[in-house]
């Protein structure tokens, strides 16, 4: 469905257009405005010191969705599309060059190209790559530099949209094709789509290029089937609650029903690659975003819910460390070396463990061998291993590619794991430095998160920005994961 702008605005329209933005650029707040707003050849803003979480410069028709500048961990700075009424990003912009930060040397400027650039220096940080003459914001949060067609009707053509540039969240109506993903903010997890099927994938350093994938679904072609010559397929959160795979007709060739599926609910809905590695959709009602669906329903198949060497119980169990540690505390439970097990000298000592499992096994790569000791030596010799989980009844061996991550804990003691963790340095001492070096850092990290925990949560709500999508599953355990953001956030904040 393709939107057009309905008229054409007057000079005199924009004139008080940026008149209005220019008066509000020294306000905090990211109040709506409700007439329909352009950006013309010739604008420029640039982030004032005042401003404590965003700075609107353009507002769609509706007052629903605003551009603006938005501050990343205090004093960086992105553009960004924002859901006004929960301050929540849908688009982000600009933030991963990283280096730009919140100054009036910044600048957004329209000058037929769209883009944030450094005024006193010229460096361009971000650009929209295609040149049109004026700068929309629509009322579905679709950003669009549109040019003139040249048709008699004065009508415009899209030259470029931030709906083909997704960040980490699909908005209804917005086409995701085969040549797009979805990523989280720290780049871990992203989303994509097979040739059937869409995909989940976590990069933990070291595995294999694009990512283990850790879900998948599959399209079940129930109303129509994918054929060979058919081209790539897309996905798209439709009006009627659901998510969709299409190839090249109208008929989906999936249907992923949320849970307001037909239920006539006409709210806005979309579509979010969360920080922890699930997918959820959510819809607007009731002045907050209500999850309507979730892709990973229980908290041990995340990702890695407990950490690096965490152990993960399923049904509420919580975590803790695969290392004999009761006093698990938020953070990786093997914080030694960086898991490159290749690099030269680097050694490593085992740590075994029954009752294991990986948690989304059946997306790996396994072999079938006779015995554990078979097993476990093809890893032994092979620095890309990381470790292996051998099925004792199967014989099924899962060797492990990347840094050891969260593992399930099962009932099975026939399930055994052996894990590499490298060795500081290759000090022989290691085994006794293990238990008072963990101990120390668990003690230290316990004050500086009670201590920064406390500041990068008074800080967080001065920002203004707290009306980030919620919907716990309630599923993880809670202190854990509160006191692993706020640890996240006090390193934000003291990392500058
Ligand atoms: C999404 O794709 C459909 C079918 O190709 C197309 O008609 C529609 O205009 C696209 N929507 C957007 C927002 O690009
Ligand atoms: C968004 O704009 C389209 C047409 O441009 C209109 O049909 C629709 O009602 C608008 N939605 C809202 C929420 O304003
Ligand atoms: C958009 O604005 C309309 C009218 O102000 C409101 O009813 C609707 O809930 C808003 N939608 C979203 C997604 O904020
Ligand atoms: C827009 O600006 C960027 C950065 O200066 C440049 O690389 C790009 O070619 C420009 N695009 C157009 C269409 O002028
Ligand atoms: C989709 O592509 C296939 C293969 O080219 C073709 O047989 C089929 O008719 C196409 N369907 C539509 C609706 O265009
Ligand atoms: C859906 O809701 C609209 C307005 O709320 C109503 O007019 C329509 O009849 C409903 N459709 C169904 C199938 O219930
Ligand atoms: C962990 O410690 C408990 C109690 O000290 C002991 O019974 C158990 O065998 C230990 N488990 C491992 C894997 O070392
Ligand atoms: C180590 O394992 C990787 C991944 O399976 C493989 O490509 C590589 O050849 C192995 N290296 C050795 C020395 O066996
Ligand atoms: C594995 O299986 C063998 C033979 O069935 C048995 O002797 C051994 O104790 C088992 N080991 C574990 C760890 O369950
Ligand atoms: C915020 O800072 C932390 C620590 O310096 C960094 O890891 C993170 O990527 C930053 N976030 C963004 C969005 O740049």
Redesign the pocket.
């Known amino acids: 469905m393709q939107e057009r702008p309905t008229s054409v605005r007057t000079d005199a329209m924009i004139l008080v257009f940026v008149l209005a933005v220019l008066s509000r650029l020294a306000g905090t707040s990211s109040d709506s405005q409700s007439s329909q707003v352009v950006l013309t050849k010739g604008f420029s803003a640039s982030p004032s010191s005042r401003v404590d979480a965003f700075q609107p410069v353009l507002v769609d028709q509706s007052g629903n969705f605003s551009l603006g500048f938005l501050r990343v961990n205090r004093t960086g700075l992105a553009i960004a599309v924002l859901h006004v009424a929960s301050s929540q990003p849908v688009w982000t912009a600009g933030s991963a060059a990283g280096s730009q930060s919140w100054s009036d040397h910044v600048e957004i400027r329209f000058d037929g190209n769209l883009t944030l650039s450094d005024s006193s220096s010229g460096h361009v940080y971000w650009s929209a790559g295609e040149a049109g003459d004026r700068v929309v914001l629509l009322n579905n949060s679709n950003l669009q530099v549109q040019r003139l067609s040249g048709r008699s009707d004065g009508s415009y053509d899209v030259a470029w949209q931030s709906f083909d540039y997704p960040t980490d969240t699909l908005m209804e109506g917005q086409n995701f094709t085969s040549g797009m993903s979805l990523e989280t903010a720290d780049g871990l997890y992203s989303m994509r789509l097979g040739s059937d099927f869409i995909g989940l994938y976590a990069g933990f350093s070291g595995s294999n290029s694009g990512g283990q994938m850790y879900w998948q679904h599959k399209a079940l072609e129930a109303k129509a089937d994918i054929t060979a010559n058919g081209g790539p397929i897309y996905a798209r959160v439709e009006p009627d609650g659901y998510l969709a795979m299409y190839q090249n007709s109208t008929i989906p060739v999936d249907v992923e029903a949320f849970s307001t599926y037909h239920r006539n609910i006409s709210a806005f809905r979309l579509l979010r690659l969360e920080p922890d590695g699930n997918l959820k959709a959510y819809y607007w009602g009731d002045s907050s975003w209500k999850v309507d669906y979730q892709a990973i329903s229980e908290f041990c198949e995340l990702p890695s819910p407990c950490g690096s060497y965490g152990l993960c119980k399923p049904g509420g169990g919580g975590c803790s460390c695969l290392q004999n540690r009761t006093d698990h505390k938020p953070g990786p439970c093997a914080t030694l070396g960086s898991g490159n097990l290749c690099s030269g000298g680097s050694r490593f000592t085992v740590l075994r463990r029954?009752g294991v499992e990986l948690p989304y096994k059946q997306l790996m790569d396994y072999q079938t061998v006779s015995s554990?000791q078979d097993c476990e030596s093809a890893c032994a010799a092979n620095c890309t291993c990381h470790g292996t989980v051998y099925n004792?009844?199967s014989g099924f061996c899962y060797p492990i590619y990347y840094p050891v991550q969260t593992l399930l804990s099962v009932g099975d003691?026939?399930k055994?794991g052996y894990l590499k963790v490298s060795a500081p340095h290759g000090d022989g001492s290691y085994k006794v430095g293990v238990g008072v070096g963990a101990l120390m850092s668990v003690l230290v990290g316990a004050v500086v998160v009670g201590v920064f925990g406390l500041v990068g949560y008074r800080v967080w709500s001065r920002r203004g920005v707290t009306g980030y999508l919620g919907g716990d599953n309630g599923a993880s355990p809670g202190p854990y994961k509160d006191l692993a953001s706020a640890s996240f956030r006090s390193i934000e904040l003291t990392g500058k």
């Open positions: 029954n554990l004792n009844r003691e026939a055994v």
